[in-house]
């Protein structure tokens, strides 16, 4: 088992940044790919960005890349969503999740193996 915990949510004007941290426990972290999902109200989960087990690669959801970058510290056991020039329509309920194919945590149209609770992202115009 592993448990996911995300925080670093906030609220936050248009054009701030923020951080979001991803801490894991259980079962060796760095065996696992790990992504970052959004669900904003009345909308469906959206893929944001993952990350592959060793951190060499990285994929993002084109309305975030060249703002957003994902990254992770396995010996930490910890990820991060660093998000600048934020929008209001980043505004979601933020999920990071695991799983041992990072094709798994690069899609919204499959389900990893772990979740978190989500940490809320609130960007106000």
């Known amino acids: 088992q592993v448990r996911l915990v995300e925080s670093g949510g906030g609220l936050v004007q248009a054009g701030d940044s923020l951080r979001l941290s991803c801490t894991a426990s259980g079962r060796t972290f760095s065996t696992y790919a790990v992504g970052w999902f959004r669900q904003a109200p009345g909308k469906g989960r959206e893929f944001v960005a993952s990350?592959?087990?060793?951190?060499?690669?990285?994929y993002y959801a084109d309305p975030v890349k060249g703002r957003f970058t994902i990254s992770r510290d396995n010996a930490h056991n910890t990820a991060h969503l660093q998000m600048s020039s934020l929008k209001p329509e980043d505004t979601a309920l933020y999920y990071c999740a695991a799983d041992s194919n990072i094709v798994v945590v690069t899609t919204s149209t499959l389900s990893a193996e772990y979740w978190g609770q989500g940490t809320q992202v609130t960007v106000s115009s």
């Open positions: 990350i592959t087990r060793s951190g060499a690669g990285t």
